[in-house]
RNA sequence: GCCACCAUAGCUCAAUUGGCAGAGCGCCUGUUUUGUAAACAGGUUGUUCUGGGUUCGAGUCCCAGUGGUGGCUCCA
């Protein structure tokens, strides 16, 4: 097969994955898989197979629908094939040669008409070179169109190292186009060595623990109710929480810097959003207009068309810049519905939004601002494991508004920022928003699936399409820039990735409860019940474990909900004023005075410490 | 939206080739009064996702719908 790596926006494990030799085993593992699925289905044609971040995948067409009897028997016969020896032998061929070798495969024929009109190179990008040769590799009875490179031969590949039984079969696009034919992707892990494989198996059910839909259910934070509908979540109490506390923690940092509330609905006329352009560029993400007596009306995608007229309600003065509007709006987005996955990706959610509104002598300062802003917030999350993304226009594309010379501008504006913030970032053409280019903060989740959080974007085009204005030191009528900027992104997808990234054992601080009380005996509620008031009043979110069951079966039930601290109060903690203090990860402080305990706790609170240590 | 798979008590799961729908946890009642991960006893819990069909008989087989999961496409 070419190396077609159609993963775009995928990133390999090294940089040197292609030389490395866990590669051509997966490579060529992909080989094996298409060789035993043609002796399962004859028929089938293949399309392609590259290795990928912990394995390979090959897209069949298939004559049937494929079942988990046919994986076993596929699994089973590569592992045959494996454990003999057959050689990957190299041959170039020419095209002619290789359109007779591949007559009934009518995916390769189409892969060597773009190789050798030079429609994509070797790797599937756009390319301008045709290709002078191609190659194909043979092992066993088995020969593809690829460029390689593969093992030596079979025996250079443990099958004991080799599963395809990790994943059921998914449907895939031919060359990831919604339009073309759906092939069957199959995809598979392989290995260097047995226990490689056991470890990467161990990683997926140590991964599966921490997903935050499951964590989600079992720590009682949202559910997503099916008669309320997809993709909208409900906040129980102790998300909730969760969730105000990081709204309270970044609407005061936010005070801090100079930013000024702002609350607007919903929903807005669908003028707004013609004016805006969110209409027609935006038309497949949004939910169709609701009458509203004889008016259209939409629910709001975005939340900068309102703040733009809240920016119009008056005159602005040079002086008045820059104006910092926030605001934690709601939002609807139409998705398709396999799309939607828990809090990650979802129909409604809230954008931690702000819109800067700035002169152009201000812009790269207050771009700066807010990308330290964002960096602050994510650095005091404990999240590190991040990149910054440059989202620039796609030249091919139509989806944009606005002239190129302000694209310019807006780019520059953004790449010179980062550049005094010594931040690295990689440009992705094609992901900027439609009024502007973007710098994203981008984590993954535990199924390596990335997300986008933060985000900064530039706007020439929206000022010029409200028609804002402010009045400068010489007397003239200028147009402010706006920026974009939402550290979280969305306070679903955000609370969703902190979830995961916590495992569910939120810092103190965050904690939905961060401490319960525990009294040994029943004659001990009293004091339970007094230490729940006063920690209660110096700020600290707690809760006296009062029910008729016994001391253990309390302390066994809080820590699966992963309490950072319990207190368990007896007869001597009545008579000496104490607390005795278990932490979540089974550390016994022992007996502490309450009131040391309640200083402590609310320093570790206030400090918004990783560790849950007093 | 597309391809595939799945759906049994609040939760995790069982139910032989189609033959009376079960267990643990939870919940309720009583007994027990406990010093660091489950005291004991009894009780309760069902439109087997929904609607049709086949059959003497359907949780089990067939069709349609709904919801979920994995993947593709798309995106905060």
């Not at 002078?132 to 590799?137: G, N, Q, R």
Request: proline share 6%.
């Amino acid at each position: 097969m070419v190396g077609l790596n159609i993963i775009r926006g995928k990133r390999m494990p090294e940089e040197n994955y292609e030389a490395s030799q866990l590669y051509r085993i997966r490579h060529s593992a992909a080989h094996v898989l298409a060789e035993a699925m043609l002796e399962r289905f004859p028929e089938a044609k293949i399309a392609i197979g590259p290795p990928i971040e912990d394995g390979f995948y090959y897209d069949f067409e298939l004559p049937a629908t494929i079942g988990d009897d046919d994986i076993k028997w596929v699994e089973r016969r590569m592992k045959k094939i494996l454990s003999q020896r057959h050689e990957f032998k190299m041959r170039e061929v020419t095209a002619a040669e290789a359109r007779e070798l591949f007559r009934n495969q009518p995916y390769k024929l189409e892969l060597i008409d773009d190789l050798v009109n030079g429609r994509v190179d070797d790797n599937g990008a756009p390319s301008e070179d045709p290709a002078e040769t191609l190659t194909i590799y043979t092992q066993n009875k088995f020969t593809d169109l690829c460029r390689g490179p593969h093992v030596q031969s079979t025996k250079d590949i443990n099958p004991k190292a080799v599963s395809i039984s990790l994943r059921r079969p998914a449907g895939a696009y031919w060359r990831g186009d919604e339009q073309r034919q759906q092939l069957t992707r199959i995809y598979g892990t392989a290995w260097e060595t047995p226990a490689e494989l056991r470890e990467y198996s161990a990683r997926l059910e140590e991964a599966a623990k921490r997903d935050h839909r499951v964590l989600g259910e079992k720590l009682d934070l949202f559910i997503i109710d099916s008669m309320v509908g997809k993709g909208l979540p409900l906040w129980l109490p102790d998300g909730a929480t969760l969730r105000d506390t990081l709204e309270r923690w970044l609407r005061d940092i936010q005070i801090e810097r100079g930013y000024l509330p702002v609350v607007t609905p919903h929903l807005g006329n669908i003028e707004l959003y013609k004016t805006s352009g969110h209409y027609p560029y935006y038309a497949d993400s949004q939910y169709t207009p609701i009458d509203v007596d004889g008016d259209e009306f939409l629910l709001r995608p975005m939340n900068c068309p309102h703040h733009c007229r809240v920016y119009t309600s008056q005159p602005r003065s040079y002086r008045d810049l820059p104006l910092r509007y926030a605001e934690f709006g709601a939002v609807y987005r139409y998705e398709q519905s396999g799309e939607l996955r828990g809090l990650t990706r979802v129909r409604g959610f809230t954008v931690d939004d702000a819109h800067i509104f700035v002169r152009p002598d201000q812009l790269l300062d207050e771009f700066k601002d807010v990308v330290k802003l964002i960096q602050h917030v994510f650095g005091a999350l404990g999240l590190t494991d991040f990149r910054a993304r440059l989202g620039t226009r796609d030249s091919e594309s139509d989806k944009y508004v606005g002239d190129n010379a302000l694209w310019e501008e807006a780019t520059v504006a953004i790449a010179d920022a980062c550049d005094e913030l010594a931040l690295e970032y990689h440009i992705e053409p094609g992901e900027a928003a439609f009024y502007g280019p973007k710098l994203d903060f981008i984590v993954r989740d535990v199924l390596k699936r990335e997300w986008q959080l933060g985000t900064v974007q530039v706007d020439y085009n929206l000022p010029q399409r409200f028609d804002l204005e402010y009045v400068d030191r010489d007397n003239e009528r200028k147009r402010p820039i706006m920026i974009h900027r939402a550290p979280f992104g969305s306070l679903e997808r955000f609370i969703g990735i902190l979830i995961e990234h916590f495992a569910g054992a939120f810092p103190p601080w965050l904690a939905p409860t961060q401490a319960v009380i525990i009294p040994i005996r029943e004659s001990h509620n009293d004091y339970a019940r007094d230490i729940e008031r006063l920690l209660r009043e110096r700020g600290l979110r707690v809760k006296a474990d009062l029910q008729d069951r016994n001391m253990r079966s309390k302390i066994k039930r809080r820590r699966r909900m992963n309490i950072p601290w319990l207190l368990i109060v007896g007869d001597r903690d009545v008579e000496n004023r104490t607390v005795s203090v278990r932490l979540r990860t089974d550390e016994d402080l022992g007996a502490m005075p309450l009131d040391a305990f309640a200083d402590a706790a609310a320093a570790n609170v206030e400090a918004q410490s990783q560790g849950i240590g007093l």
